[in-house]
C-alpha cells in the first residue's frame, strides 16, 4: 500500500512496517501504480498552502511536477523518482495500454487539463476533447489540500486507489 503526504511518499507493508521511499519534506498530491511502475504527483504550493499546519517553514520552494518510480526490484527506502513532467500536477493515473501497445500514463494539472504521454514520459500531449469544453479555463483545484493526500492498495499488477484523508484548516 503506498500513501502520499505533506513528508513525501511512503510504502506500507501488511506486516505495519512504515518505508519512507522518495521525495522526502514534498507535498504529493497522489500517486498510482501499475506494472511495477510508481507515479506521483506533486503539485505547486502556493503562499496559501504556507499558511497551513501541514505545510511547515515552507523558504524552499518544491519541485512541482509527475515523478516516476521503478519498482522492478521492490520497494526501497530512499527511491530516487525521475520527473517525467513539469508543471502544476494535482493527480495521475496509468492506463491501459494504447491501440499503439505502449502504456498510457496521464496527468491532471492545474491550469484545468489532462495530459497523456504514451512514452514512459518522454513527450506529452494535451487531450484535445479536455481543451475543447467551455469554460475550463476558470476551473481549480481548491487550494485546500488535505494531510494525508492519497492512499493506494497494489498488489502484484492489480491495484484499486483509495482517496482518504482529513482536511486542516
Known amino acids: 500500500m503506498f500513501a502520499t503526504s505533506n513528508k513525501g511518499l511512503h510504502a506500507f507493508s501488511l506486516n505495519g512496517q512504515v518505508t519512507s521511499i522518495g521525495l522526502f519534506d514534498t507535498v ?23 499558511m497551513m499546519s501541514y505545510v511547515e517553514d515552507d523558504s524552499r520552494e518544491q519541485q512541482s511536477g509527475l515523478f516516476v518510480f521503478d519498482l522492478s526490484q521492490g520497494v526501497q527506502p530512499n527511491m530516487k523518482g525521475k520527473q517525467v513532467y513539469n508543471g502544476n500536477v494535482k493527480s495521475c493515473a496509468i492506463g491501459k495500454q494504447s491501440p ?13 487539463d489532462v495530459v497523456i504521454s504514451e512514452d514512459t514520459g518522454a513527450t506529452w500531449a494535451d487531450t484535445s476533447s479536455f481543451q475543447a469544453i467551455p ?9 485546500q489540500l488535505c494531510n494525508i493526500m492519497s492512499v493506494l492498495v497494489s498488489r502484484q499488477s492489480k491495484s484499486a486507489e483509495r482517496h482518504a484523508g482529513a482536511c486542516t484548516l
Open 28 to 50: 504529493v498530491s497522489q500517486a498510482t501504480a501499475r506494472d511495477e511502475i510508481l507515479l506521483a504527483a506533486v503539485p505547486v504550493i502556493h503562499a496559501v498552502h504556507e
Open 100 to 112: 499503439s501497445g505502449k502504456q498510457r500514463w496521464y496527468a491532471g494539472t492545474e491550469p484545468a
Open 135 to 143: 469554460g475550463r479555463e476558470d476551473w481549480s483545484v481548491p487550494s
